[in-house]
């Protein structure tokens, strides 16, 4: 049976190019940030999100009516695109920025996505629950707050149902998980074992250099993405110092009640 | 460590994308595959399982329909992965050997064949080389009889990579012999043949060797084994035409496996020099490191515009009959034996610079090095080339 055009879902994945998980960060001689002449790729969570899409597909059929990627950045973003739609995104947008200017933080992101989100149409928001590079871990619960749509943070299993219009999370939360029932439209953020993203196959990168990739810039969607925090300095953790050798069980004892350690 | 800029962003939409599928396969991988002789065949399932054996066939066989200049950067990015010429060899005649199949075919040959090629479900091997007739590839003697509705293929290959994991091979026989030939490039013909080990006639043996031990080399030996007829590829006589298209492409191929080797050696000597201190000081700090490093970075840059200079002429002529056989031929000639040089000299250093450690398994360089050797050699040898050019641009007169 074909379901019918009001039980159609169409999914939003926003995602953000990071510096690549493996590269060694290192703070620039000015002290304002990391060097960001090195390599860059999706941001780890955001490929989960990616896959959750995709899989909801191959589970849900043709009631996942689109999969729609979305990234605010520099001109190169759109690298980051070109792999969400190999993984099996239709269509992209890119809100494009200045390469000179400053990262958005999450408020100035959650804006532009919920205004996005009032031209297009979307039952379901699917992101990283944070980036790798800046840790901040905002930007899901605070479109959601924005939308007033009800948010499922750190998802580690997604159920949607359609027909229902609704959807049962499982979210890691300390000592366990927790299962809850949200009604779409509904924002859902990716915690690590939600799935594991497979890598795009030739056939599906050929294809998505085809697939439909929009520009906009922040004034189509009248946003500001001026940052409203300054960062005043950025400096490395300190150098570990070496550890020394001991001889044998006796003497690592010893030297941990010299530093303090007793057995309990 | 390898300069990117210049190239097309499919070049390195494949780069990226095959060094992904590539980081699952860790040095420890490649060692352990060298030492114990065994075939990485999980290699080889997970690159079929992303498209890339059909990088450079044509869609509508379920191939990506890229050229050589991708599949060039293909192969470079698998050896500098670490894999080296193992992991490349691993794939190189399913991604290479299957063009003339997929060109002069017949569609029940390229229906059947190619799809279970591209999955990886079968792998293929080449088999053209023998005993007697290596670079004089005119002079081969395996001979394949007509006899009814089948050929019976009698004499011997040898240096067939994968021959023993293959379930098809692309074999080069004689079908007319030498001295009935109108022509002297007439007279032989390309088989696409199934190696069924249980049928009589056919048997194989490991050859053992230098480098690239993971991957299996083999003498193979025919005798009276059956064929069917309709296992031909293209027409009868003219087999030596149909495999010399593609032995370009092979040399592209080759050169870019040897940049890949060189730039990991390279890559992993200037870390080693970097952090390996002695006299209070890191060793690269000394000219005498650093320098013939610095030296062998320039002979990898200079071979790496060679090599995509002769890919991008290759896949060009397809379409523009400006570019002359003679360019492309001594374009491609030319890169495999720059690439060649220069990834030797890459790996030979790279063993100097980890001093006593670079004899040692563990730091990869050692690997690398046994299989530097392999693209000064094969598919044709530096001195073959070196006539080759003597005798095509400085026209000098040939020497054999």
């Given amino acids: ?264 | 460590m390898m300069d990117i800029t210049g190239f097309t962003e499919t070049q390195l939409d494949v780069r990226s994308a095959v060094a992904q599928v590539c980081s699952d396969f860790p040095n420890t991988y490649w060692q352990e595959h060298d030492q114990a002789q065994t075939d990485p065949k999980e290699f080889h399932a997970a690159l079929a399982k992303a498209g890339w054996l059909g990088i450079a066939l044509p869609e509508h066989l379920g191939g990506s329909g890229l050229g050589i200049s991708e599949a060039t950067m293909m192969m470079q990015t698998i050896s500098e992965s670490g894999a080296g010429m193992a992991g490349a060899q691993s794939v190189h005649a399913n991604v290479y050997a299957t063009q003339p199949l997929a060109r002069f075919g017949n569609e029940s040959q390229t229906e059947t064949v190619l799809p279970k090629v591209i999955s990886g479900e079968w792998r293929v091997c080449f088999g053209v080389t023998e005993p007697n007739a290596g670079l004089d590839t005119l002079s081969l003697k395996t001979f394949a009889r007509k006899d009814g509705d089948v050929y019976r293929v009698t004499g011997q290959k040898i240096w067939i990579t994968c021959a023993q994991v293959a379930k098809k091979m692309m074999l080069l026989a004689r079908t007319t012999p030498v001295d009935q030939v109108k022509k002297p490039s007439e007279g032989l013909s390309l088989f696409c043949i199934d190696l069924d080990r249980e049928r009589p006639g056919l048997d194989m043996r490991k050859i053992k060797k230098m480098g690239g031990r993971a991957v299996d080399a083999n003498e193979v030996f025919f005798d009276n084994y059956e064929i069917p007829a309709d296992s031909l590829v293209g027409e009868e006589s003219k087999g030596f035409k149909i495999i010399l298209h593609g032995m370009n492409a092979e040399r592209c191929l080759l050169a870019g496996e040897a940049l890949g080797l060189g730039y990991a050696a390279l890559k992993r000597a200037a870390e080693y020099a970097k952090e390996r201190v002695v006299f209070q000081r890191p060793i690269g700090m000394n000219q005498g490191i650093s320098h013939p490093l610095a030296d062998a970075w320039m002979k990898l840059e200079g071979a790496k515009f060679a090599t995509y200079h002769a890919a991008r002429l290759f896949d060009a002529s397809k379409k523009d009959k400006s570019i002359s056989a003679h360019s492309l031929g001594v374009a491609c000639n030319a890169a495999k034996y720059m690439a060649a040089e220069a990834a030797f000299t890459a790996a030979e250093r790279a063993v100097l610079t980890h001093g006593g450690m670079g004899y040692a398994a563990e730091y990869d360089v050692e690997r690398w090095f046994r299989e530097s050797l392999v693209p000064r050699i094969a598919p044709v040898s530096r001195e073959m080339i070196l006539n080759y050019i003597s005798e095509k641009v400085l026209e000098l007169p040939r020497s054999y």
């Fill in chain 1, 1 to 264: 049976m074909r379901p019918t055009s009001a039980r159609l879902l169409n999914i939003l994945v926003p995602v953000k190019r990071a510096v690549d998980y493996a590269v060694k960060i290192r703070v620039n001689p000015q002290q304002t940030g990391v060097d960001l002449n090195v390599k860059h790729s999706m941001n780890p969570f955001d490929e989960i999100a990616v896959e959750e899409a995709v899989q909801l597909r191959k589970r849900l059929k043709d009631a996942v009516q689109s999969i729609k990627v979305v990234t605010i950045g520099p001109p190169k973003a759109s690298e980051t695109l070109r792999t969400a739609l190999a993984m099996g995104a239709d269509s992209a947008i890119h809100i494009e920025i200045p390469e000179a200017d400053p990262a958005p933080e999450p408020l100035g992101v959650a804006r532009a996505l919920a205004k996005l989100i009032e031209r297009e149409k979307v039952d379901l928001v699917i992101m990283g629950k944070q980036a790798i590079d800046d840790d901040a871990g905002q930007t899901g619960q605070m479109l959601a707050g924005l939308l007033d749509w009800p948010q499922a943070t750190f998802a580690s299993k997604l159920d949607v149902d359609p027909e229902a219009k609704s959807a049962t999370v499982l979210r890691e939360v300390d000592g366990g998980s927790e299962e809850i029932k949200c009604r779409l439209p509904l924002v859902v953020t990716t915690d690590l074992r939600l799935n594991e993203p497979h890598y795009a196959t030739l056939p599906n990168i050929m294809k998505a250099k085809k697939k439909p990739l929009e520009k906009l810039t922040p004034a189509d969607l009248s946003v500001d993405l001026t940052p409203r925090l300054e960062t005043i300095k950025v400096t490395e953790p300190p150098a570990r110092i070496g550890g020394g050798k001991v001889a044998n069980v006796d003497e690592l004892v010893a030297k941990l009640k010299e530093a303090g350690f007793t057995a309990a």
